[in-house]
């Protein structure tokens, strides 16, 4: 199997203007792409991921130039799904972080073989741990650090819930960090790889931070989900995880989730049997180290 | 027709045989159905058939994804009709289900895995300044709020501005007729109102008669022009051959109806294409097979690109000016050339005004 690290330079760039099938977990993205951003972001985030050969692939996605004048004047790029344009042209530096959103996008849209959930999951002994995405609470920065911490990263975006068997499946892509973040991240551990900084998008200042290699190499074992927790980052408070009612995360869940109302019945029970499954928290810190104590507890 | 084209019609025609294709073939197939709005259709068939076990991994899960979106897509037209129902019963008119709506309300074949974009129906058009009054008072409103797209639609066409829920964003096509008032063939809606088939378990609520429905989705399909959901039309039109031919007599009342409302034409093409495309066995269901003769030459090529329009890999050189002749021509349907053209100066300026923005 070949994985993106095996090419040269050279064979990269002509593998992205042919369109590459890059797999990541359970889905494989047709990229196409001749952008500078797309390439470099490829080759240092996703060195690790399998390419596969010419078979069924989930989405045939683009980031391209516009056929006119913005091609040269304030270049813009602009994703493709296919026929489909869902987003407005954007910068020309935006092109790595809008192919990252474009495959968010592909996957709530589209992937309802799966119920998908607007959360991070992260893995230890065994046993997943799912946060669930308020705006702001601190998700990524969180996931990002227990990502550095011994943590396996499944995702940092869209729990994949299998809708027959009720686990948890990883795509171990790269986790996406705003503004401060980037610069929390970089202090807490100098093992964290970021691709190029995409300045004044519509979330700021955006990067990518690579997943290690064993998150990589373990991108097809699924697992059970142990905990629903709600981080919230809050100043001056001590860590502190206490109990939510299930049937309260359930509706949350409910609500935050890509295609609840898409799968009827089948993501009714699906999200029962995964809540059922979970112990659920809220959870308020101010220090990271707290928070990866408090975490390193409940996985022990 | 070019091979990929051939293989989307193969797949319709005769979803059994789709075992035997090779990956990269279903790559296409996929994407083609998809963007031809027939991928939840064509799953519901393919996962019927023998050997569904043995189809490629991705293959079976996005057909399963395409099945839940058809499901989804019932349950969300049932729920909208009911809503609507609702602000409009008491008026006392006869509201009538057109198209898809229509299909799904009364569990008609063509709306097993179809899928929808607005709901249209069709109501009196001297009540249709309170239907749209009660529709706003239950929360839909208008989203055409230019002076120009207002005077266009109430003047010249058989619909009001498309009205969008402002909660559930659902839209809603309020037609009194269903070709413009400006169009070369002019059905009466009278006349279609005269034939009417209730809703169960509804009050005032209604679809247009078997015939009807037949003759409207054809006139749609050939005088409209929305292309790019062409092929899905036709799928569409041959579920209701099929299913309504089994009906006694119901033959000679389609080719009568056809005359009282002067749509021969759009008739002899949908049996036509429908035969041609779909196989539809009009022999076996006593439907006398339409002379290909009859077809302009040109017109039938013109079709033919726009049938194959819904993917770009269907198309054969050529499609995009048979593409712009099938725009002009339907609106050289409808509406005369002292309106047409000034209409279509003023699209092509706001094209390139917001094209600059």
Known sequence: MMRIRDFSDRELADRLAQGLDLRTGPFIFHIQSRDDPVFSGLRRLYADFPVSEAGVRDFHISVCRPANLRRWYRPQVVFKHDRESPFKPLPANHAFASLEWGMNWCIAGYAHHFLTLH??????????????GEPGAGKSTLTAALSLSGWRLLTDETALVDLDTGVLWPMARPVNLKNHSIDIIQAFSSDAVFGDKAFDTHKGTVSHLKPSLDTVMRMDEPCRIGWVVFPRWQADLPARLTRRPRADTFVYAAENSFNYSVLGETGFRALERLIREAECFDFHYSRLEDALLAFDRLST | MN???????????????????????????????????????????????????????????????????????????????????????????????????????????????????????????????????????????????????????????????????????????????????????????????????????????????????????????????????????????????????????????????????????????????????????????????????????????????????????????????????????????????????????????????????
Request: hydrophobic letters at 45%; proline letters at 6%.
């Open chain 2, 3 to 357: 091979a990929a084209f051939q293989r989307l019609l193969t797949a319709l025609r005769h979803p059994e045989k789709m075992a035997s294709l090779s990956e990269p073939e279903w790559d296409a197939l996929l994407r083609h159905t998809r963007n031809a709005s027939l991928l939840s259709r064509l799953a519901l068939d393919v996962r019927a058939c023998q050997g569904w076990d043995t189809l490629p991994l991705r293959v079976r899960q996005h057909m399963r994804a395409a099945t839940f979106v058809a499901e989804r897509q019932i349950r969300a037209v049932r729920w909208e009709v009911h809503k609507m129902h609702e602000a409009l019963e008491h008026m006392g008119i006869p509201i009538v289900l057109l198209k898809g709506a229509a299909y799904v309300m009364d569990d008609l074949p063509p709306s097993r895995g179809r899928l929808f974009g607005d709901i249209d129906l069709l109501v009196p058009r001297d009540r249709l300044g309170d239907v749209e009054m009660q529709l706003r008072l239950h929360g839909w409103h208008g989203t055409h709020h230019d002076a120009y797209d207002q005077r266009y639609y109430r003047e010249w066409m058989h619909e009001l501005p498309p009205i969008t829920h402002i909660t559930r964003g659902s839209t809603l096509d309020v037609h009194h007729n269903i070709v413009p008032l400006t169009a070369r063939l002019k059905p009466q809606a009278s006349g279609l109102l005269a034939d009417l088939h209730p809703i169960p378990g509804y009050s005032n609520l209604y679809r247009l008669g078997n015939a009807d429905l037949i003759l409207h989705s054809a006139t749609h399909l050939f005088h409209e022009g929305e292309w790019t959901h062409g092929l899905r039309d036709l799928v569409d039109l041959d579920a209701l051959l099929r299913h309504f031919a089994s009906k006694p007599g119901f033959l000679n009342a389609l080719h009568a109806r056809a005359d009282t409302l002067g749509l021969q034409k759009p008739l002899q093409y949908a049996l036509q294409y429908t035969q041609a495309l779909l196989l539809t066995p009009l022999r076996e269901l006593g439907l006398s097979a339409p002379s290909k003769k009859l077809t302009n030459p040109l017109i039938n090529r013109l079709f033919m690109h726009g049938f194959a329009s819904a993917h770009p890999d269907l198309s054969v050189p050529g499609s995009r000016l048979a593409l712009f002749a099938l725009y002009l021509r339907s609106h050289w349907l409808r509406m005369p050339m002292h309106l047409l053209l000034p209409h279509l100066l003023h699209k092509a300026l706001a094209r390139s005004k917001t094209a600059e923005e």
């Open chain 1, 119 to 132: 959360a991070a999951v992260l893995e230890r002994n065994g046993r997943a741990v799912m946060l669930p």
